[in-house]
C-alpha cells in the first residue's frame, strides 16, 4: 500500500485495494442507455455493498464511482453481454 493509500484510508477514504471487498454483483447503475451502449461514459453505481453485505455509504459511494470509474464501466458492459447472449437462444 503506498503512502497516499495509508493516508487516504486513516481519512476514511476508499482505495484501491479496497475493490476486493466490494461485491459488484450488488452494483446498481443508473445512466446507462441504449445509445451508450459498449461505453457507458455516463454510467455511475447508486448502491453496491461491501463482502459483508453492508451498504456503503454516500461518501463511500462518491469515492467508490471515483475510484473505480473504469471498473464499473467495465462491470455494465460485461452485464450487458451476459444479457444479450442469453436473449439469443
Given at each position: 500500500?503506498?503512502?497516499?493509500?495509508?493516508f487516504d484510508r486513516l481519512?476514511?477514504?476508499l482505495v484501491i485495494s479496497d475493490f476486493d471487498r466490494?461485491?459488484?454483483?450488488?452494483?446498481?447503475?443508473?445512466?446507462d442507455n441504449y445509445y451508450e451502449y459498449p461505453d457507458y461514459h455516463g454510467i455511475y453505481?447508486?448502491?453496491?455493498?461491501?463482502?459483508n453485505?453492508?451498504?456503503?455509504?454516500?461518501?463511500?459511494?462518491?469515492d467508490f464511482n471515483e475510484l473505480f470509474y473504469d471498473e464499473i464501466?467495465?462491470?455494465a458492459f460485461?452485464?450487458?453481454?451476459?444479457?444479450?447472449i442469453g436473449s439469443r437462444f
Open positions: 500500500m503506498s503512502e497516499q493509500e495509508v481519512r476514511g477514504k466490494i461485491d459488484m454483483e450488488t452494483c446498481l447503475m443508473e445512466g453505481c447508486f448502491s453496491v455493498c461491501w463482502n453485505s453492508v451498504e456503503l455509504n454516500e461518501d463511500e459511494l462518491e464501466r467495465q462491470y460485461d452485464q450487458s453481454e451476459q444479457q444479450n
